[in-house]
């Protein structure tokens, strides 16, 4: 059996310990992927961790703000 090598996540900085952690100060509703897991596999927007392995956090763009003078 291979050893399990650590990298694996976006941020290339996981360990045993952080692997399926979303980076510090967000949530699942912070992911482009919140409506597809909270959805299909019963997260919740202010959940910490990730179920995919390797971890899929990847932070969804904020919406653009039009508008202009009235």
Not at 1 to 28: I, W
Not at 56 to 66: I, L, Q, V
């Amino acid at each position: 059996m291979s050893a399990r090598t650590h990298g694996c996540c976006a941020d290339k900085a996981c360990t045993d310990k952080t692997c399926m952690e979303l980076p510090a100060g967000k949530t699942c509703g912070h992911c482009h992927l919140e409506l597809i897991c909270c959805e299909a596999f019963g997260k919740t927007p202010a959940d910490t961790n990730c179920n995919w392995f390797p971890r899929r956090f990847n932070e969804r763009k904020a919406a653009s703000k039009e508008g202009g003078s009235a």
